[in-house]
């Protein structure tokens, strides 16, 4: 998909998320998250973080971690590791989104790694506590495909910082 179409795609996700997607959504989970059907959310264990895993029928799994310490999962000085990059504000608070290039090895692949090739890592960073703050909200998904990388950010940028202790 050609850089123009990636940023037409995304930006057209990120406004029906926003605008229409909670209303289409299954259930909600932590930080008023909002469930496409056929995904679970369970938490996990972290050291000193909030921390959960979203897991669908297909395989996707969406890794979060929320806390004081946490630091910015999609970091603005790392975009030459990223297809692309981009910041938004959702629900006033500042977000940072980026896709690790395709090939490129990242301490973000998973230890299955789901048998697919190194890259393709969706990261989304929640900005909790303004941006010079380490206190955040990430996300990290594998994404296999469109549809993968669809349902991952339909369901994270309904993330609210504000239905949750974070």
Known sequence: MSGFMMRRFFRTLITFAVLVG??????????????????????????????WTIQGKNGLRINFEAGPSEGSWADPEEQSHYAWYREQ???????RFALVKAGFR???????????????????TYLLGGEKSSHTANFSAKIANQDEFADALLMVTTFNPSKGKF
């Open 22 to 51: 909670p209303s289409l959504l299954a259930q909600s989970a932590f930080g008023g998250l909002q469930l496409l059907n056929g995904y679970s959310a369970k938490q996990a264990s972290a050291v000193d973080a909030l921390a």
């Open 89 to 95: 504000t959702i629900r006033g608070l500042k977000v």
């Open 106 to 124: 990242t301490q973000w692949e998973t230890a299955d790694g789901r048998r697919l090739p190194p890259g393709n890592i969706l990261l989304v």
